[in-house]
């Protein structure tokens, strides 16, 4: 499992999200050669976390 934060003074978060997960999605399908799928999504603040788990 991987967890990355990003955090953004934008006032919309889930835009923030889903720009978080489309770009990390694809890094991390190169980086490991894996596909991934997101499995938590929480807000804390100005900051938006996104788990990602990485499929075999």
Known sequence: M???R???ELND???I???????YMG???QVLN???EV????YEGDCVSVS?????
């Open 6 to 8: 990003s955090c953004s």
């Open 2 to 4: 991987i967890t990355i």
């Open 52 to 56: 990602f788990k990485v499929l075999k």
């Open 13 to 15: 978060k889930h835009v």
């Open 27 to 29: 890094f991390l399908h």
């Open 17 to 23: 999200e889903a720009l978080m997960i489309e770009y």
């Open 34 to 36: 894996s596909n991934v």
């Open 39 to 42: 499995v938590n999504r929480s």
